[in-house]
């Protein structure tokens, strides 16, 4: 039904039982680490796909999403998690998808719809106790790492410094970039002064890197949280006002949170997992109830997805609508309302 392509990736699949021989579709996807929200997602739905009897899919982990989204758009790959800021920039051929063009772009940009949708991380600033930075008025002059060569988080790096401080990469900062699967080094290494990362509560790079010590999380300003600015930023797909008490990070001995008050603010990425909309109306819908009918099971897979909103529907959190130019896929909302669910007209 759908292609079936042989990546050099890590490939994730469920155990060799019967429901796999008997799985309805052979699909494919793409997701980031394995460790991450949208890994550890699309993960969990090859799982639960195959118990169910609906696909065997066949998951490449560790990939870079803007490369992932623009796979599933050419009809290349069948699932990808995505950053909906991803899908809204190839709509327009900016940021990475530049060299697209705009009438490719639209094109592409008009081919993925998505089954369900989740918080992918927060935005965060954090460094070792043992470094000496004190926080956002210490990032000038300073070295951050902030993420992958290329890609959502790297972009959101960027923005959220810029958003709390005004500085610059490269004219204020330095930064250094590297690939998930070296991140946990990277922090550890001593070759950056602070980082710029994606977090999860708790965070899944955070936890081993205190075997080299403690560390301060910084919220993001309280006044540059509620200015002007900010809220426009809100505004683009894919970016969430994120408010949280500290209580519910989830972090123990370790781990100090500074903030103004008992709530941690950051910019949250929204995303989801995408398919083409040319995936027939049946798999679509199934996929998603195989989705809807083990939210228990996602929610198990690590201590951060309680607290990554999989299986909500409301346009704040899901960040569905406005400018976002992708919407469910009609198999997805069959599923989504056979369940008992409302999904809001603006994002059928």
Same mark, same amino acid.
């Given at each position: 039904?759908?292609?079936?392509?042989?990546?050099?990736?890590?490939?994730?699949?469920?155990?060799?039982?019967?429901?796999?021989?008997?799985?309805?579709?052979?699909?494919?996807?793409?997701?980031?680490?394995?460790?991450?929200?949208?890994?550890?997602?699309?993960?969990?739905?090859?799982?639960?796909?195959?118990?169910?009897?609906?696909?065997?899919?066949?998951?490449?982990?560790?990939?870079?999403?803007? %490369?992932?989204? @623009?796979? *599933? &758009?050419?009809? !290349?790959?069948?699932? =990808?998690? #995505?950053?909906?800021?991803?899908?809204?920039?190839?709509?327009?051929?900016?940021?990475?998808?530049?060299?697209?063009?705009?009438?490719?772009?639209?094109?592409?940009?008009?081919?993925?719809?998505?089954?369900?949708?989740?918080?992918?991380?927060?935005?965060?600033?954090?460094?070792?106790?043992?470094?000496?930075?004190?926080?956002?008025?210490?990032?000038?002059?300073?070295?951050?790492?902030?993420?992958?060569?290329?890609?959502?988080?790297?972009?959101?790096?960027?923005?959220?410094?810029?958003?709390?401080?005004?500085?610059?990469?490269?004219?204020?900062?330095?930064?250094?970039?590297? %690939?998930?699967? @070296?991140? *946990? &080094?990277?922090? !550890?290494?001593?070759? =950056?002064? #602070?980082?710029?990362?994606?977090?999860?509560?708790?965070?899944?790079?955070?936890?081993?890197?205190?075997?080299?010590?403690?560390?301060?999380?910084?919220?993001?300003?309280?006044?540059?949280?509620?200015?002007?600015?900010?809220?426009?930023?809100?505004?683009?797909?894919?970016?969430?006002?994120?408010?949280?008490?500290?209580?519910?990070?989830?972090?123990?001995?370790?781990?100090?949170?500074?903030?103004?008050?008992?709530?941690?603010?950051?910019?949250?990425?929204?995303?989801?997992?995408?398919?083409?909309?040319?995936?027939?109306?049946?798999?679509?819908?199934?996929?998603?109830?195989?989705?809807?009918?083990?939210?228990?099971?996602?929610?198990?897979?690590?201590?951060?997805?309680?607290?990554?909103?999989?299986?909500?529907?409301?346009?704040?959190?899901?960040?569905?609508?406005?400018?976002?130019?992708?919407?469910?896929?009609?198999?997805?909302?069959?599923?989504?309302?056979?369940?008992?669910?409302?999904?809001?007209?603006?994002?059928?």
């Amino acid at each position: 039904m759908f292609k079936k392509r042989q990546t050099a990736a890590i490939v994730v699949a469920a155990l060799l039982s019967s429901p796999i021989a008997h799985a309805q579709a052979n699909l494919t996807a793409e997701t980031a680490s394995p460790g991450s929200t949208p890994g550890i997602s699309v993960i969990a739905l090859s799982e639960v796909s195959a118990a169910s009897n609906v696909a065997n899919i066949q998951v490449s982990a560790g990939q870079t999403l803007t %490369n992932s989204v @623009q796979n *599933v &758009a050419e009809g !290349k790959t069948d699932i =990808a998690a #995505a950053p909906f800021v991803l899908p809204f920039l190839m709509s327009r051929a900016a940021g990475p998808y530049a060299k697209l063009g705009k009438e490719k772009g639209a094109e592409l940009g008009s081919k993925v719809s998505v089954l369900y949708t989740y918080r992918i991380a927060c935005q965060g600033l954090y460094a070792f106790d043992s470094s000496n930075f004190s926080g956002y008025d210490s990032i000038k002059g300073s070295t951050l790492f902030n993420g992958p060569p290329r890609g959502a988080a790297l972009t959101n790096a960027r923005l959220l410094v810029r958003l709390a401080t005004g500085l610059e990469e490269e004219t204020d900062y330095k930064a250094i970039q590297v %690939n998930w699967g @070296q991140a *946990v &080094a990277t922090i !550890k290494d001593g070759s =950056a002064d #602070a980082f710029v990362l994606p977090m999860s509560f708790p965070d899944s790079r955070i936890i081993p890197s205190l075997s080299s010590g403690d560390m301060t999380i910084w919220s993001m300003p309280k006044a540059k949280f509620e200015n002007e600015t900010f809220q426009k930023v809100t505004k683009k797909p894919g970016t969430v006002a994120v408010t949280l008490p500290i209580s519910e990070m989830g972090y123990a001995k370790g781990v100090t949170v500074v903030s103004e008050d008992e709530l941690y603010r950051c910019p949250g990425t929204v995303g989801g997992e995408i398919v083409n909309v040319s995936m027939d109306f049946e798999t679509a819908k199934k996929l998603t109830e195989a989705f809807l009918n083990n939210l228990d099971t996602f929610k198990a897979k690590a201590p951060f997805m309680p607290n990554s909103w999989h299986g909500e529907t409301d346009i704040a959190l899901t960040d569905m609508c406005g400018l976002n130019p992708i919407k469910y896929h009609p198999g997805a909302v069959a599923a989504w309302e056979a369940a008992g669910y409302t999904i809001p007209a603006c994002a059928k």
